[in-house]
């Protein structure tokens, strides 16, 4: 672990959304190492006491709130008691997401909305709310957490692939309106994750090649620690032999 004089992040306080597993426990993790205050969100108490407890184990701070991101109440509760407890927000990471897929002429219209509502809806409350604090501050950053299905998307992936689509095109609404206030919009773009939404899958992907969810979470940790006048846009994160330009 990082000495008080080196961690990047010292005095932040971060919000990170479905942080109980995959990209967003590793991203919790590596920011409360580096000396962030971070708010754990998501849907399951016992998976984000998980992720609590490594942090509390590595001498970090976290803070758990049960939230549904796709509810108006929850996401305002979650930015209320981050502000009470810690003063303030300082970043926030929409990683919290879900897919469905299937044939388009068969998918249901609750599987759709059901991945639009969290992956990008949820990022739009949360954005939001993340906003009008950082506003104010006139300071802060927001982290998108994309797809690579954003660019060149599966078969049979509708919903998700739509989902990621929005979520770019709102992170890049969002950092033009943001920016006169300093507060800096990105994106980062994973490709086959684990633990993540391949888990339990991994045969469907294995050829493809799979990385690690702390090596996203080093991406998400950079454009976290760069200066306030500075962003790193967009990023996108793929193991070498995951096929991806000129996939088709």
């Given amino acids: 672990m990082s000495t008080t004089a080196t961690k990047q992040l010292n005095w932040k306080t971060a919000v990170v959304t479905g942080a109980g597993s995959g990209i967003g426990q590793a991203i919790a993790v590596m920011f409360a190492a580096q000396g962030a205050r971070v708010v754990l969100a998501g849907r399951r108490k016992e998976k984000l006491a998980v992720t609590a407890a490594q942090i509390e184990a590595a001498g970090g701070t976290s803070l758990s709130v049960a939230t549904d991101i796709t509810s108006e109440q929850d996401v305002a509760a979650l930015f209320d008691t981050a502000v009470r407890q810690f003063g303030r927000v300082d970043l926030?990471?929409?990683n919290a997401g879900d897919s469905k897929g299937g044939d388009t002429d068969t998918l249901s219209l609750a599987d759709w909305k059901a991945v639009i509502d969290v992956n990008l809806t949820g990022a739009?409350?949360?954005?939001?709310?993340a906003f009008r604090l950082m506003k104010a501050q006139r300071a802060g950053r927001i982290i998108n957490v994309g797809s690579t299905a954003a660019k060149v998307p599966r078969g049979r992936s509708a919903p998700y692939a739509a989902s990621k689509f929005g979520l770019d095109g709102f992170t890049r609404a969002l950092a033009i309106e943001a920016r006169e206030y300093g507060v800096a919009v990105s994106i980062v773009h994973p490709?086959?994750?684990?633990?993540?939404?391949?888990?339990?899958?991994?045969h469907l992907v294995q050829h493809e090649g799979l990385m690690d969810a702390s090596n996203v979470a080093r991406v998400a940790l950079l454009m976290a620690a760069l200066p306030p006048d500075v962003?790193?846009?967009?990023?996108?994160i793929l193991p070498v032999s995951m096929p991806f330009l000129g996939r088709g």
Wanted: charge should be negative; hydrophobic fraction near 30%.
């Fill in 124 to 129: 739009f409350l949360c954005s939001r709310e």
């Fill in 231 to 236: 962003n790193l846009y967009e990023s996108t």
């Fill in 92 to 94: 926030l990471v929409n």
């Fill in 191 to 202: 490709g086959n994750t684990l633990p993540g939404l391949w888990t339990g899958r991994e």
